[in-house]
């Protein structure tokens, strides 16, 4: 079946310009998370989504990150004014809802690496 | 807080020796543990995770790891390392009862000589 998709899978940005980042997250997954991997880096978590639940957004760095997942399905991660510092590699996740067990895998896409110029 | 760390940025083995990657972490309950392996241009793939029940967990590609509660500690493990498990490999750990965040060690980059 159909993994996680993630569009695009690069972008190139001048600094002061707002991004927009999109996930697919595989069917019937109702978890969804976005990570961000900077050169050298861990993954650092960004935000996680669960069904309608209000989103865990305690990893956004600052009030210039923010994401929505509509229709419990598609996510869009929003960047604006991006800085020079924001370039990395996005990566998004999906899994089933995490209660134990086989539901806490997680099935990440290819990213979207974003260079800011 | 939780939080996870992989004391080593790198590992060389020969192949066919065994071979161990470090994670410790700290929760303040009680842990769900992963392991992630990143190859070259591919994207993160899931190896194994520890939930509950036995401490030895095995995964993917003769991996396997132990859940040590008294260390704090889910060492990654191979009896025999192949060329082929050349990549960047992340401990991840979340605390059932502090949300559904998960953290992600630094990773510890695993090469392995012919």
């Known amino acids: 079946g159909a993994g996680v998709s993630q569009s695009p899978s690069n972008k190139v940005t001048e600094k002061g310009k707002d991004v927009e980042l999109r996930c697919d997250p595989i069917?019937?997954?109702?978890?969804l998370y976005w990570y961000r991997q900077s050169l050298g880096q861990g993954l650092e978590f960004l935000i996680y989504?669960?069904?309608?639940?209000?989103?865990?957004k305690s990893g956004l760095p600052s009030d210039r990150f923010s994401a929505e997942r509509t229709g419990g399905s598609v996510s869009t991660l929003t960047i604006q004014r991006t800085q020079q510092e924001d370039s990395a590699v996005y990566l998004c996740?999906?899994?089933?809802?995490?209660?134990?067990?086989?539901?806490?895998?997680?099935?990440f896409g290819p990213g979207t690496r974003l260079l800011v110029l | 807080a939780q939080s996870v760390a992989q004391p080593e940025d790198q590992v060389n083995v020969a192949e066919g020796n065994p071979l161990t990657v470090k994670c410790t972490y700290s929760v303040s309950g009680n842990p769900y543990l992963f392991w992630y392996v990143q190859y070259p241009n591919r994207g993160l793939q899931f190896l194994l995770k520890y939930i509950t029940g036995d401490n030895l967990v095995k995964g993917s590609y003769g991996f396997e790891a132990e859940f040590n509660k008294s260390q704090t500690s889910f060492h990654l493990k191979k009896p025999s390392a192949l060329v082929s498990d050349s990549a960047l490999y992340f401990c991840?750990?979340?605390?059932?009862?502090?949300?559904?965040?998960?953290?992600f060690g630094a990773g510890t980059r695993l090469f392995v000589k012919a």
């Open positions: 991840a750990v979340r605390d059932p009862t502090g949300g559904f965040k998960t953290i």
């Open positions: 996740a999906s899994s089933l809802a995490p209660r134990g067990g086989v539901q806490e895998t997680q099935y």
């Open positions: 069917s019937g997954h109702t978890a």
């Open positions: 989504f669960q069904g309608n639940s209000a989103p865990d």
